[in-house]
């Protein structure tokens, strides 16, 4: 059994639970079959596993640090990502016309979510590097393209986003970071950013940094922002390496968690020219880098889904095989001990890391089939409709991780004891690893907003209508098989509550108030959406047991413990949405009446 | 103000919210008034801040290491501990007759809460000695007590508490470490001890051990255990230090918090004998040692707490003072930001933080109070219903902070976002300091487990009785106010959800289905109980309120706050405890029933 894969799932998901064949059966896929994705996974997972995973706690251990002017990084970082760019991981999701493989998002995701259950710690530099990529496939001009590109893809660079600066975190606006318009797209930058990751190391040759500034001819707030291509070494006219860009490391972050990724504050051109070259069009950075933005808020969604997998797999890996304690029917202390998996509350505590996990990458592979439907869709208004589901779930699929799998990783530390708050198992590693996630691509209250604020009043709602509309069809299917009509009843009640919730959120005129509880309306959604593609797996695994006929077996396990799964999914977690949306229902103002002065009195 | 203690809340609890005047007039500790008890904190204030704060960051980073055959341990922790000793903080809750003050217990877990708040990899050194010298001075012969009390009492030898082995750290039944007898008390002792906090260290002359073994003409399981003390260095007849008493060093744990504390895999009696001597009875050392359990398990959960209050008082620093955003009624990015506490969801993380760090605080003080009370009682009824009610909360005490309190931490990282994941804030430090305490001194299932399958059914449920008829007084009270009349109804209804789920939890013969959702009742029931605890802070606020008759001001702030915070625990808290009562209630079977080969159906 692998430490941080478990194929089983991921092909239930893909071809039982979700229908990833219709995706591989359209134009821009219809090159690739299963055996192809399943050979890609293949060997993501020995590059994972043989690379990756070794250094994973020494990494942990041993930060890149500052030593004779440059940032040293761990050699078999450098190694390990060379692994990946000969393996054509960079380039997987690009077009072959600029060399990459075409890959479905759907399995780009998984490919770096397998890295970065290994060590997330390198793995954010791929992910990086491919997202900073995307946007220059996406806005450059062919020059750009030509100059940036091949390198990028061949893994020799490395990208960055450089969105954050010391006093504009959250709020975007807020961005002072100046470009200088010098001759058409080449402007002069100067300004702070604060924690960029992979903002610099020793690992590449160039590192090329997408970095939102603020030209003197822009309005205030965001729309006065634009985006720039700002390398650390400038390039020569044939695309060779040129002189210092002017962008000095001024500290590096200590962070508690993801301690393998640099994560630094730098000064560009504060003792001389650093030069970036607009990408896209003026003013209109923060379009741009939404396009980016949210394809990296899935990624980190699953890469959450992927630190609490390895969690799991380790707490369930040691509750088989560590003895501990009796029956509580066996008072006969002469008698072995059981495998502590024998308990009642292990099992709790495993059950609900594998509906954290397993609930967490349906939901990320959910909406990056949605992408790749987009991709392959010809039809105008599917388009559109995919499009606004997932713009929908997008807040969804990056929270509710950071959440819930977070909790799953608490648990797994839980099940190993005393064992599990030592470094010398990976759970408190990947627990520390996963708080980020609530933090960076934008905080939980950031989502909320988000989707109380804006996605659920899109198109006059109808992206809400969309979503009611996959689960109802989920619940048509759950209703004809017959065996789920306390769930079908428990998430028809629920959804009947995140309506009126939504409502009173809507007609309430006061933004404040009707944003109050926005974060735990995100938490709520997501725990009915998640409830929804557990429902999903059930009823799949259901009709798989059905077909097969078979009652013992790992494949009768398999399902019925998708089945127990589900059913642990909504007697144990869902219920605890609807109090929070009665708080969102009754527009409550008691976090928001709360002076400054009340919380001490003083 | 203090970035670890809050004086203001603290006398709010002891003299407004709980009666801490009964105890200070009662005979034991008639000699104290509150002016005393509040120069003893100011004392240990002064201590915390100026030699356990400034290290915490530094001991955090590098931890004890093994260097020429010992360990080696910051030279500030031993100053630090000096400063204690020199102030009389070890013997501080110990009889007269030994050199001690006789502090109420309320105090003395006041005072490792306040240590604990700066800088708890230090505190735990204080806790373990006084907690082994409590034993001692419990159930020592005379000739124990001149010997190791002096020392220990003076902060000159420290005290450890020896009970897990690699093999069995939940299951005491299986330790496995000998006790020859050899001559009276004397043994030879003989075994493996893991997880042993401050069991080596270069602080103090001596250690004093205090070691679960097994002598062999006892029976099996935990009935067969003796306590005996075993110093690290044997004592001449004189009470001076004597020769080495191999006991061997085998390992450091390398934890992921509490790094200033060293945990340590001690062999004894490996290459040489290793002298132990009874304390107590034989095979009568579980009783010895639960004496001393109960009060660190309360220590253990106040400290928690404390870990909580400091992150609380950080995040609620930092969100009054960092600019971030604007009103989302204003779009205009040229205004000036607005502290982030403006914010409803800041607002609200520091609300949840306030009812996580004083509501723990109250039910910390209350089960304290419960100790003196017994202590100063001549009633005996008075005294056994006292020791029932904490016997009762005993378990929820140490485990309702483990885990909302640990919550807590989490928040205040997510207000400080990326700041608070950096080691630059104590905030992370804390969050991980405070996930130990759900595992050290009895797991949360363990404590599950003795809440709903042994507390709950002493006397034929007469604890429970009691501590409805306590929660009925509150009841009474805040429905006298008038203010309270939803939170009255909720706590009532509450707590006949509770009285259900007890009642079929009795009923089911079948013990491991009646306790397989125990640690999830133990969470509920943890819930109601700070609950009641809330509406008790918020009567005495109310009643504060119309006493002064002001309405602004520091202290109507702080009351209104305490009105608040009781009005957002019943609200945003309390309701999650129903369905975990309704799983309990029903005796659901899914996890019971979830065979380990269904995890993954392999």
Known sequence: MSPIVHRRNLDFLLYEALDFDAVLAAPPFATYDRADIAAVLDSVQTIAEEQFLPCAADLDAHEPHFCDGAVRVDPRVRRALTACADAGLFS???????GGLRLPMTVTVLINGILAAANIGIANYQLLTVAAANMLATFGTDEQK???????????????MCLSEPQAGSSLSDIRTRAEPLEGRLHRITGTKMWISCGDHDLTENIVHMVLARRPDGPPGVKGLSLFIVPKYRLNPDGTQGPFNNIALAGLNHKMGQRGTTNCLLNFGEDGDCLGYLLGEAHQGLTCMFHMMNEARIGVGANSVMSALAGYLCALDYARTRPQGRSLRNKDATTPQIPIIDHADVRRMLLAQKAAVEGGLALSCYCTLLVDRIAATVDEGQRRDLSLLLELLTPIAKSWPAEHCLEANKLSIQVLGGYGYTRDFPVERHYRDNRLNAIHEGTQAIHGLDLLGRKVRMADGWAMDLLVLEIGQTQDA?????????????????????????????????????????????????????????????????????RDGASSGPDADFYQGKIAACRYFFRYELPHALPLLGLVERLDRTCLDMTPAQFLGC
Not at 146 to 160: D, H, N, Q, V
């Open 92 to 98: 997987a999701g690009f077009d072959h016309d600029v």
């Open 146 to 160: 030509s100059l940036y590109l091949p390198p990028m893809l061949a893994g020799r660079w490395f990208g960055t």
């Open 478 to 546: 759950a209703e004809a098989d017959g065996s789920f009509a306390a769930e079908v009843d428990a998430l028809h009640a629920a959804l009947a509550h995140l309506g009126r919730a939504t409502r009173a959120a809507l007609a309430c005129t006061d933004t404040e108030r009707a944003t109050a509880n926005a974060t735990l309306y995100l938490d709520a959604f997501g725990q009915i959406t998640v409830a929804w593609l557990w429902l999903r797996q059930a009823v799949a695994a259901s009709r798989a047991l059905a």
